[in-house]
């Protein structure tokens, strides 16, 4: 059975860097080589291991992991919009085969997405509906974290279920990370801004705040971060990039013990390489279902620490050479 799979970073600032450098056409041209890789594979199938930054999910019922039967990209910072093509039965089917396998996801017949999954699609598929798609939702955003030993349990079970689907080429996708911090974004629950609080509980359930307005002030503090960014007095530190946590957290996803990662402690990830890092368990999530699916370990594609997108920017894939 051919199996594939990509890993990699997300940002929405790739769409408006404050300047143009070295750095970004580095990572075009890393995102390019990889997307042409999957051209060449041309997946029948995606699984794609995806956050969220309450574009979709939201604090009255926050679910570790939640897999969309029916999915819509909004437009948000970074993101592009448009219906998934999801095949319903088949995520139907898969939800089943993970919660037959112990890991308790939730389901959703109306799920919104945002940059946390639009911006691979376009970017790696070339937009939200050229393949299709099962968008597979992972919880980073806030406390309390699910564990990553669950992450990759997830994976496993998905690993499962993709070898019962014949001959079918499927790629397997995670998005998230590497070391960033956005926190004056998405701070817990008890420290949002009482403005906002209404919408992180409830989303589109309430009519306090419009989901217009959260957008656009994305969009904005977005905008103004992109300028703060490359000032000369920002520090690294100061936006939690980490470069020596990127690289360990890349050599050990590459050893092929994935299982390694089950002792981490996403409070400690978020302590030594902000919010954002926590995000790498969609990355374990599909590394663990292509080793499951396939037997293949991970390989390092690219990896860049780049002010200009304000993370530690990573790929790797595994499969097909």
Same mark, same amino acid.
């Given at each position: 059975m051919p199996f594939f799979m990509?890993?990699?970073?997300?940002?929405?600032?790739?769409?408006?860097?404050?300047?143009?450098?070295?750095?970004?056409l580095n990572i075009l041209a890393a995102l390019e080589q990889a997307r042409a890789r999957i051209r060449a594979f041309d997946p029948e199938l995606v699984i794609l291991f995806g956050v969220d930054h309450y574009g979709g999910h939201h604090m009255d019922c926050m679910p570790s992991f939640c897999v969309g039967v029916e999915a819509t990209a909004i437009a948000d910072v970074g993101g592009t919009p448009g219906r998934l093509n999801v095949p319903r039965e088949l995520a139907v089917q898969a939800v089943k085969a993970i919660r037959a396998a112990g890991v308790d996801t939730a389901v959703s017949y109306a799920m919104d997405v945002d940059h946390g999954f639009s911006q691979a699609l376009k970017r790696?598929?070339?937009?939200?509906?050229?393949?299709?798609? &099962?968008?597979?939702?992972?919880?980073? &955003?806030?406390?309390?974290?699910?564990?990553?030993?669950?992450?990759?349990? &997830?994976?496993?079970?998905?690993?499962?279920?993709?070898?019962?689907?014949?001959?079918?080429?499927?790629?397997?996708?995670?998005?998230?990370?590497?070391?960033?911090?956005?926190?004056? &974004?998405?701070?817990?629950?008890?420290?949002?801004?009482?403005?906002?609080?209404?919408?992180?509980?409830?989303?589109?359930?309430?009519?306090?705040?419009?989901?217009?307005?959260?957008?656009?002030?994305?969009?904005?503090?977005?905008?103004?971060?992109?300028?703060m960014l490359i000032s000369d007095e920002m520090t690294h530190e100061m936006v939690g990039l980490n470069d020596r946590w990127d690289k360990a957290f890349l050599a050990t996803y590459c050893e092929g013990a994935l299982s390694t990662f089950d002792q981490w402690d996403p409070e400690q990830v978020m302590a030594e390489a902000g919010i954002g890092a926590v995000e790498t368990q969609s990355w374990i999530a599909a590394g663990q279902a292509m080793l499951t699916a396939s037997g293949a370990v991970p390989r390092v594609m690219f990896h860049e620490v780049s002010m200009e997108v304000g993370i530690g920017f990573g790929i790797a894939d595994a499969g097909p050479a």
């Open positions: 990509v890993a990699a970073s997300h940002s929405p600032l790739l769409d408006f860097p404050a300047r143009e450098s070295s750095s970004v790696l598929l070339g937009g939200v509906n050229a393949y299709p798609v &099962l968008p597979i939702f992972v919880s980073c &955003l806030q406390p309390p974290f699910s564990p990553f030993a669950r992450a990759r349990a &997830l994976g496993e079970a998905v690993g499962s279920f993709a070898r019962t689907l014949g001959q079918k080429r499927i790629l397997f996708m995670g998005t998230g990370g590497l070391a960033h911090n956005p926190y004056h &974004l998405f701070p817990p629950i008890d420290e949002v801004q009482p403005e906002w609080r209404p919408y992180i509980l409830h989303g589109k359930a309430q009519s306090d705040v419009p989901q217009q307005d959260w957008l656009d002030y994305e969009i904005r503090e977005h905008h103004v971060g992109a300028k």
